[in-house]
């Protein structure tokens, strides 16, 4: 678990020490191929890292639309909203084929939060770039960077208030 998150660009930065905590009190899932892992609209409190497989990120419409707005593998995450900020989940999660897991609680994040600002910035930043893509903000090109900054802060102080 400690090598599979030291290869995430999300947690590479962080000491020894914090990945080990989080390998430590982290645990493996295994899914079938087009199995949900996470659904939306559902309330959960994880992050999930991709240690084996492929995970299709799709959003469904009002209007029972599915779209596939990202494909995961190893090395990558997802579920970091519902995780930072307590919110319902934006989007389903689908093993796209025989895939594995790695779970982190809050619990291990909230101690390196408390002590880390450039992983908090970091993840702030992540889940703007993130919400963006999701559609939550229809923005020309030039308007994205700034626009970016903006929901970075605002999901900054979400996530200060939900670890309080």
Do not use: C, W
């Not at 660009?9 to 914090?18: E, I, V």
């Not at 905590?21 to 659904?39: P, T, W, Y």
């Not at 990202?70 to 990558?76: D, S, Y």
């Not at 229809?138 to 802060?153: D, F, G, M, N, R």
Request: charged fraction near 25%; charge should be negative.
């Amino acid at each position: 678990n400690q090598a599979l998150l030291k290869q995430v660009p999300l947690f590479s930065n962080l000491p020894d020490d914090q990945i080990t905590n989080i390998a430590d009190n982290s645990h493996r899932l295994h899914f079938s191929k087009d199995q949900v892992i996470i659904k939306q609209g559902d309330s959960d409190s994880r992050l999930f890292v991709i240690a084996d497989g492929v995970i299709g990120i799709q959003l469904t419409s009002e209007d029972e639309n599915i779209t596939e707005i990202a494909r995961l593998g190893v090395g990558e995450f997802f579920g970091e909203m519902a995780l930072m900020t307590g919110e319902p989940r934006t989007a389903d999660a689908i093993a796209l084929r025989t895939s594995v897991v790695l779970v982190v609680e809050k619990e291990s994040i909230k101690n390196i939060l408390s002590t880390n600002q450039n992983f908090y910035n970091s993840m702030a930043q992540i889940l703007a770039e993130r919400q963006i893509r999701l559609g939550k903000a229809q923005l020309l090109p030039e308007e994205t960077t700034k626009e970016v900054s903006k929901l970075a802060k605002k999901i900054g102080e979400a996530i200060g208030r939900f670890f309080s």
